[in-house]
T-cell receptor, first 112, second 115 residues
Framework: GEDVEQSLFLSVREGDSSVINCTYTDSSSTYLYWYKQEPGAGLQLLTYIFSNMDMKQDQRLTVLLNKKDKHLSLRIADTQTGDSAIYFC????????????FGKGTHLIIQP | DAGVIQSPRHEVTEMGQEVTLRCKPISGHDYLFWYRQTMMRGLELLIYFNNNVPIDDSGMPEDRFSAKMPNASFSTLKIQPSEPRDSAVYFC?????????????FGPGTRLTVL
């Protein structure tokens, strides 16, 4: 089955760019997602990208997809303290199967 | 829409007691998912329903866990008897499977503590 991997922690200085990386294994995944979880809250959809795109930009967020390497990244420009959260990468299961496979989440830590 | 609603938000119970977690999905969504989140294991899918029918319960840890969806607007996850290792945050999510995405919308979660 699908496996989604991401590093557990990322520490950046306020005002710098954050880049959170993710790899997945199922090349038939059609959509890939980024979710954000703030303390004490549920997961909130940030953005998603269709597998035939290689980039999607939405304000401070840029998603890059390298389908050949099955690598997904989320870049947050001008990182703010409010960006401190856990970021989950997720992939659909492809082939019409139901549901998403989530990574374990990357804790983004903002240094002043 | 109010989003996915879960209750209670916090539950503290003693080992051996029955616990029932509740979820109201977003109106019109045809999929409902139950997840468990712990520090050790991350986010685990327990079970999901499509049009109120359980499709895959392979993530349910053991027979002490059961889930029902009697109608399109309500689902329960029951643990009987509860054990300390069941302490976790339980999330419900719903989605509408159109021809494009499987975007899931999460509730705020129920934090369960079993003493």
């Amino acid at each position: 089955g699908e496996d989604v991997e991401q590093s557990l922690f990322l520490s950046v200085r306020e005002g710098d760019s954050s880049v959170i990386n993710c790899t997945y294994t199922d090349s038939s995944s059609t959509y890939l997602y980024w979710y954000k979880q703030e303390p004490g809250a549920g997961l909130q959809l940030l953005t998603y990208i269709f597998s035939n795109m290689d980039m999607k930009q939405d304000q401070r967020l840029t998603v890059l997809l390298n389908k050949k390497d099955k690598h997904l990244s989320l870049r947050i420009a001008d990182t703010q303290t409010g960006d401190s959260a856990i970021y989950f990468c997720a992939a659909d299961k492809g082939g019409g199967a139901d549901g998403l496979t989530f990574g374990k989440g990357t804790h983004l830590i903002i240094q002043p | 829409d109010a989003g996915v609603i879960q209750s209670p938000r916090h539950e503290v119970t003693e080992m051996g007691q029955e616990v029932t977690l509740r979820c109201k999905p977003i109106s019109g969504h045809d999929y409902l998912f139950w997840y468990r989140q712990t520090m050790m294991r991350g986010l685990e899918l327990l079970i999901y329903f499509n049009n109120n029918v359980p499709i895959d319960d392979s993530g349910m840890p053991e027979d002490r866990f059961s889930a029902k969806m009697p109608n399109a607007s309500f689902s329960t996850l029951k643990i009987q008897p509860s054990e300390p290792r069941d302490s976790a945050v339980y999330f419900c999510a719903s989605s509408f499977r159109d021809s494009y995405t499987d975007t899931q919308y999460f509730g705020p979660g129920t934090r369960l503590t079993v003493l």
